[in-house]
Structure formats: C-alpha cells, structure tokens
C-alpha cells in the first residue's frame, strides 16, 4: 500500500495491499501459500510485465473479468500504471509454490453483491483467491456464458434448467 514491493510469499495477515490504481487499499485477510505441480500460464505484456498464474487465476482486461485461461495476446490488462497490451500468453508445467492471498473476508460465492477483491502481483490487476469462487459462480447464473460454453443444440437445455431455477425460486 505504500509503494514498495514486497515477495507475494512474504506477505501476511494484517499486510496493506493496493487494490487499485487510484490509491485504494486492503488489509491482507489470509495467504495460500502451496505447491502446485502441473500447467500454469506465462503471461507477458508488451511493456516487458510477467506473471506466472495457474488457469483459474482472475485478470481485469478494460471491457471483462478473465481467468488465467483465457487471456489471449493483444488483450489489454489492467496494470499498477495504466494499460498494457498481452504480447504473449504461454503455457508451461509448473513445480513449486504459488501464492495467493485475500483481500476480502470470506463471501459465499453464490451471494449475488459478493465481491471480486483484488490486488496488483507484478504491477498486474488480478483477483484475489475468493475471485476465483465468486466469478465462476457469477458465470453459472449468467444463461448467455453458459450457452457461450456449450453448442447451439444445447441452449434449449440450458433455457428449461434456467426457467426451472426460477419457479423453484417462487415456490419457497
């Protein structure tokens, strides 16, 4: 919060974090810190910023919230300074330890007003580790992401599971 850097692994309950690029700050709730063994994305901006994340780590572009995932080359990210262009976005295997840590107390991730905590790792804008749970369940209620994850044959489907949510949600 006051300017420095510091190791995510090194950072603590009761740390201040950044959370925005207009000054905003957050007490650091709790830290993960584990091994992870397996794919992780590399990603790179056209100003020479890096991260290593795993898939489902959340990122802000200018129009969308993305997991790790499905950041592509020539999205423009949200940094500490402004805006910078993905040039590269790679896949690798990972063995060692990633971090995160929490910038919000605890919500349940089915909580329509949870919300998405953040804080900047390498001068990137990402989500914290409840992001993680509150956007993919954002994105379970939301009929037009789901019919985008799945072939047309199957919006009729997605349509009747959507409609039935609703009158179970009118009888209790």
């Excluded at 650091?28 to 992870?36: A, K, Q």
Aim: charged share 25%; hydrophobic share 35%.
């Amino acid at each position: 919060a006051d300017g420095s850097k510091k190791i995510i692994k090194d950072i603590v309950a009761g740390d201040k974090v950044q959370i925005n690029n207009q000054g905003g700050i957050a007490v650091v709730e709790w830290t993960n810190l584990g091994i992870h063994k397996g794919p992780v994305l590399r990603i790179e901006t056209d100003t020479g910023e890096k991260i290593t994340a795993s898939h489902n780590h959340v990122f802000f572009t200018e129009s969308a919230t993305k997991q790790a995932a499905e950041v592509m080359s020539g999205d423009k990210l949200k940094m500490l300074q402004g805006i910078a262009t993905v040039k590269a976005v790679k896949q690798g295997i990972y063995k060692g330890l990633l971090c995160n840590l929490a910038t919000v107390k605890y919500q349940y991730p089915d909580d329509d007003k949870a919300e998405i905590g953040t804080f900047y790792a390498n001068d990137f804008l990402v989500g914290d580790i409840n992001a993680q749970r509150v956007l993919r369940q954002k994105r379970c209620n939301d009929i037009n992401w789901v019919k985008s994850q799945v072939p047309e044959y199957m919006h009729v489907d997605i349509d009747s599971c959507f409609a039935e949510k609703k009158n179970i949600g009118r009888d209790l």
